[in-house]
Nanobody
Framework: QVQLVESGGGLVQAGGSLRLSCAVS????????MGWFRQAPGKEREFVGY???????YYGDSMKGRVTISRDNAKSTVYLQMNSLKSEDTAVYYC????????????????WGQGTQVTVSS
């Protein structure tokens, strides 16, 4: 069983930064590709980026240039550093895991965290 727990969300002013964490309980964390998604009220879940189990990193267009994904396999944790936040970045942010290749499709991921709310005030 793989469990994911996000943390680090909160209220931040526009232009500010936040770092989200996703702690993963899994037998072999390094064997999972980790993705980040977000979902604003009334909108579909949106791809932010992923860190492949093979080491590749890919960012979606939604936050490209303003986010950095990193992972610490020793701590079984993946991070999402977000900078220059805008009001339109307000959403619930989710981390997700799959044992295969990276993907921008939510249905490619087998395990999800409960999400953490990020609210950006203008």
């Amino acid at each position: 069983q793989v469990q994911l727990v996000e943390s680090g969300g909160g209220l931040v002013q526009a232009g500010g930064s936040l770092r989200l964490s996703c702690a993963v309980s899994a037998r072999t964390f390094s064997g999972y590709t980790m993705g980040w998604f977000r979902q604003a009220p009334g909108k579909e879940r949106e791809f932010v980026g992923y860190f492949s189990k093979y080491g590749g990193i890919y960012y979606g267009d939604s936050m490209k240039g303003r986010v950095t994904i990193s992972r610490d396999n020793a701590k079984s944790t993946v991070y999402l550093q977000m900078n220059s936040l805008k009001s339109e970045d307000t959403a619930v942010y989710y981390c997700a895991a799959n044992a295969g290749l990276g993907s921008s499709r939510p249905d490619a991921y087998d395990y999800w965290g409960q999400g953490t709310q990020v609210t950006v005030s203008s």
